[in-house]
Each structure stands twice: as C-alpha cells, then as structure tokens.
C-alpha cells in the first residue's frame, strides 16, 4: 500500500494540493507514516487527527505532522501540500471545489477505505482500499494462535461470531 499511496502523491504533488479524506483513528496515523517514511512528507491534519497522533507519539509512535491550525500549516499552505481530514468531516464535491477556488490550484481528493476495493465513487480522484482491522478469517486466525482463555466480542456481528467461536469450543460471549 505505501508504494501505491507514494506512487499517487508524487504523481500529484507538482500539479496542485493532495487531500486524503479517512477516519481519524488508526488509518490516519497509518498515512502518517507512509507518507513520513516513503514520500518524505510531513502532512498537514486536522484538529481531531492532530490530537490522535499525539497520543500516538506520546506512546512511542514517532509521527510527523501539521496542525492545521498553527502557524506552521499557515506557512506550509502557501505551497503545494498533502492534507488529511477526517471523511466524515466532509462533502467530497463541495470540499474539492472549496479548495480549489481557494489555492487557485487543482485540489486532488484521495480516499483510504476498505470499502473502496467494492464500492467505487466519482467523489475521490483516487479511491485506495485500506482496511485497518481484521476480516473475519484473520480474526478466527488470531484467536487460533493466542488460545485465550475468555473472549468478549462486540460489534455488529457480535453475536454470531460468538457463536462461532462457541462452536470452536472457545469461552466466547457477547457484550453490550
């Protein structure tokens, strides 16, 4: 994936702005770091992002990152940049166009969702499938090889999947 994700902003970068719409926890700190460690760039994020990734950092994570509300993203505005906002925070055509009239140049809108892989969209000019949590063969996976004693599912499929692991003769129950 970060190849891929390196691959679509250096093709951008020259031509205009790069904003990456994605939830705010655990995906946005993933795109933090790709776009650290392969692109060489530090992004600019929204408030909500920003306070996320500090906690991350406070917990050993080193990720490099702008608020977008200091005075260094007022700097870093001024030139081609690559954004991450939170996708719900967002209309896609409204925000792109928004942006564009703004810059004065082309704002090119890119999604992370694991959804992307089956639902295409026209709002994003690059929709990239990442998921950041487990299927449901990765999940059976993982409590295969950490044999726990207790397993306390949620979710919306929470209930069956108890039951299937019930079946596998795991202690698994649902909670509210």
């Known amino acids: 994936m970060a190849e891929i994700v ?4 250096m093709s951008r970068i020259n031509y205009g702005n790069i904003i990456f719409s994605a939830y705010p926890t655990g995906k946005s700190q993933e795109l933090i770091k790709i776009l650290n460690e392969y692109c060489g760039i530090t992004p600019v994020v929204s408030n909500k992002i920003s306070e996320i990734s500090e906690k991350y950092n406070k ?3 080193k990720l490099n990152f702008i608020n977008s509300d200091s005075d260094e993203a007022t700097e870093t505005l001024k030139s081609n940049f690559v954004g991450i906002v939170s996708k719900s925070s967002i209309n896609p055509y ?5 942006m564009t009239a703004f810059y ?3 704002t090119y809108l890119m999604s992370l969702s694991g959804w992307n892989l089956k639902c295409r969209s026209d709002k994003y000019d690059v929709a990239l499938p ?11 996976e993982y409590v295969e090889h950490s044999n726990p004693k ?9 209930e069956s999947f108890s039951n299937v692991l ?3 003769g795991y202690n698994s129950q649902k909670v509210k």
């Open 6 to 9: 390196k691959r679509e902003v």
């Open 150 to 158: 207790s397993i306390y599912v949620f979710g919306a499929f929470a």
């Open 130 to 140: 990442m998921s950041d949590h487990a299927d449901y063969n990765e999940l059976i």
């Open 166 to 168: 019930r079946l596998k």
């Open 94 to 98: 409204e925000f792109r166009s928004r």
């Open 104 to 106: 004065g140049k082309p």
């Open 59 to 61: 917990n050993g994570n």
